[in-house]
């Protein structure tokens, strides 16, 4: 299974007129007419963060519930026993192949380092960053991380990678890959819409288009899910309580109907458990 943790990309159902969604996206467009449209705010007050949402995804347990707060974007005391028993770990535990693909530069391994989510349910797991022997995947596809976002690589390399990634990662349980360039474009919207970050909005998106296009074409399975609401409605700068969604080429997903029961759904998918599923359990 191939992971894509997006940041901050609520559901198209949610976004409104004029949204980054709102041009040709074909493959995602396929995969979101058969997948999930889920609720992240999880019961729980407030606006939904980076930290709870996505440790409620890893875990498979209502971290803002067990907070009592939506919190982020980093986890803390409260959220680091939750991650280190997340997916990754216990996958790892078991013997199973777990990766994560992303490319960290070597500024990012300065002492002191605070990490997100999903690298630090990694290195929980015992993971190695910008493992060997496998290709890497970087968060800005192809974009320039500074405005105005300049294409750095052509939408047909980043469908070539997604060719090569599912290619290197068949022998692999579980490949993750953190996406995060969407959150961070959601928080330079404004209440008149940016048009150089809606662009750059776009353009991200259309570059996720080509990359998942890639790996299903290279025989890759999918699973693409997202934390929180932001880039989705750009007339604002904060993250949104829009739903979120999650799409899977090859599940048949039940109905699920918030991103920690998704994320228990999926644990016990790797992990060859019961399927968890609303009001019990369905086994396959």
Known sequence: MIWILLDGVGHPQDAPMGSVWEQP?????????????????????????????????L??????????????????????????????????????????????????????????CVPYSALAAGLELNPAGLPSVSPLLGLDYQAPWAPLAHEDDLRRQGERVARATRELDLALID?????????????????????????????????????????GELVLSSDHGNLEDLSTGSHTYANVPLLASHLE???????????????????????????????E
């Open 25 to 57: 996206l074909p493959t995602l467009e396929a995969l979101l007419a058969r997948g999930l449209r889920l609720d992240a705010r999880l019961g729980v007050a407030g606006l939904p963060q980076s930290g709870t949402g996505q440790t409620a995804w």
């Open 59 to 116: 875990s498979g347990v209502n971290a803002a519930a067990h907070m009592g707060r939506h919190y982020g974007p980093w986890p803390g005391p409260s959220l680091k026993p939750l991650l280190e028993e997340s997916t990754p770990v216990r996958l790892a535990r078991a013997g199973g192949r777990v990766a994560l693909l992303n490319d960290y530069p070597e500024g990012y391994f300065r002492p002191g380092r605070r990490h997100g």
């Open 179 to 219: 996406l995060w360039l969407s959150d961070h474009l959601g928080h330079l919207g404004q209440t008149s819409v940016p048009q150089a970050v809606l662009q750059a909005g776009r353009a991200y998106l259309r570059r996720l288009e080509a990359f998942v296009s890639g790996l299903l074409e290279g025989g």
């Open 253 to 283: 997903l039940p109905p699920l109907t918030d991103i920690a029961r998704a994320g228990a759904y999926l644990q016990a998918r790797l992990l060859g458990a019961p399927l968890p599923v609303e009001g019990g359990t369905v086994s």
